[in-house]
């Protein structure tokens, strides 16, 4: 798809447009990762964050009530993944130096000695050595969205780290093509609707996902949070501003589908937020293929709160129980075993065996 193409996508208004785009997106979705929605166990396993970005309820500077799972609760949760059938534990946190490269590697020797779980790592930018200890130690993948892929709109949102070169103009990037050589499964993503972002800037986005031949792709629309500094700003809106709306999200979930059709797309946490469990659906049936329930103590879950009406607090089972009733009604099935990316698996795929005559 080219860009006109996709800009013209995103600045269409109208509803039966959408609805074809949709339809199309769910097509190509059926036809290269199948049928099957898979489920993820989420483990939020720390909610101290070292950064500022503008956006995110989790930023350093909030008074909030900070948490770091222990090994045994972590595990605990890794469990629970494993009997409610899952394939794959996502561990994700603020940016917590705290999370020692030691402490995630032997947690990752110890899952993978208890459970044949997948394990997802979404832990913010950290040193390529954290990153290549914890392939060695069994992660199989690393979430990390770009958020925008326009450098100076991410600085703006998301301040460098006093340390960083000037040289690193957009550090999520590299440290996505990094992150692919190390072998893991790999997850970018943007968010839909951030003030400033326009439909030139969002197609990029697009674009850089197709470019950067993404696994995993993770985005949702910008939610407002009033605890955070573009919660609160007067948002600087231009007349190409891309609106921070569930249906506007769905599209770009549905053009993300066309542009990657082997990666793994989860309806996300924040298109529930804005749609509840239609919004949730209404992603699976255009294009999205996985689902994150949240398996963290209801305690915790409270605390993470990157934006507002995030976290639900319906315990595991029921929730569990509800998305297979939901999965079942779309006519699709849930998915069982790891749910590797087929774009990845695509890339690891051993040569065909030579034939001897
Ligand atoms: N609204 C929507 N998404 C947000 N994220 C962070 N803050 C917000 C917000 N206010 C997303 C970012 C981040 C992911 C964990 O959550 O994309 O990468």
């Known amino acids: 798809m080219d860009r006109p193409t996709i800009l013209a996508w995103l600045r269409r208004r109208d509803p039966e447009r959408w609805a074809a785009l949709g339809r199309e997106a769910d097509a190509v979705r059926a036809a290269h990762v199948g049928d099957a929605v898979h489920l993820r166990g989420l483990v939020e396993i720390s909610n101290h964050c070292a950064r500022t970005c503008l956006y995110c309820g989790l930023r350093a500077q909030r008074a909030l009530p900070r948490y770091r799972m222990g090994s045994e609760e972590i595990l605990d949760c890794a469990r629970r993944a494993e009997e409610l059938g899952y394939g794959t534990l996502v561990l994700q946190a603020g940016e917590d130096p705290g999370l020692t490269r030691a402490f995630v590697s032997e947690l990752l020797l110890a899952i993978k000695a208890e459970t044949p779980l997948a394990v997802t790592l979404s832990l913010g ?119 921070a709306t569930e249906r506007m999200a769905r599209t ?20 529930a937020t804005l749609g509840g469990a239609v919004g949730q659906d209404a992603a699976l049936a255009c294009g999205a293929n996985v689902v994150m329930p949240n398996l963290a103590p209801a305690r915790y879950r409270r605390l993470y709160e990157i934006y507002p009406g995030k976290s639900g607090q319906a315990g595991a089972a029921t929730v569990d129980a509800l998305l297979r009733l939901r999965i079942e009604a779309l006519g699709r099935t849930v998915g069982v075993g790891p749910g590797a990316s087929p774009n990845w698996l695509r890339r690891h795929a051993a040569p065909p065996a030579k034939e001897t005559p």
Request: glycine share 8%; net charge negative.
């Open 252 to 271: 770009v979930v549905s053009l993300a589908r066309l542009l990657c059709p082997w990666a793994n797309i989860p309806s996300t946490t924040a298109l």
């Open 125 to 243: 930018e950290r040193p390529e050595a954290d990153l290549a200890a914890w392939r060695d130690a069994g992660a199989d993948r690393y979430l990390l969205r770009f958020e925008t892929s326009d450098s100076d709109l991410l600085r703006q949102i998301h301040p460098p780290r006093p340390e960083a070169p000037a040289s690193d103009v957009h550090p999520r990037l590299a440290l996505l093509r990094r992150l692919r050589e190390l072998g893991y499964e790999t997850g970018g993503g943007m968010m839909v609707g951030i003030p400033g972002q326009t439909h030139e800037s969002l197609a990029d986005d697009l674009q850089a996902l197709a470019a950067l031949d993404v696994d995993m792709i993770g985005l949702g629309p910008f939610v407002a949070h009033p605890e955070t500094p573009l919660g609160l700003a007067a948002a600087p809106v231009g007349p190409d501003q891309v609106p």
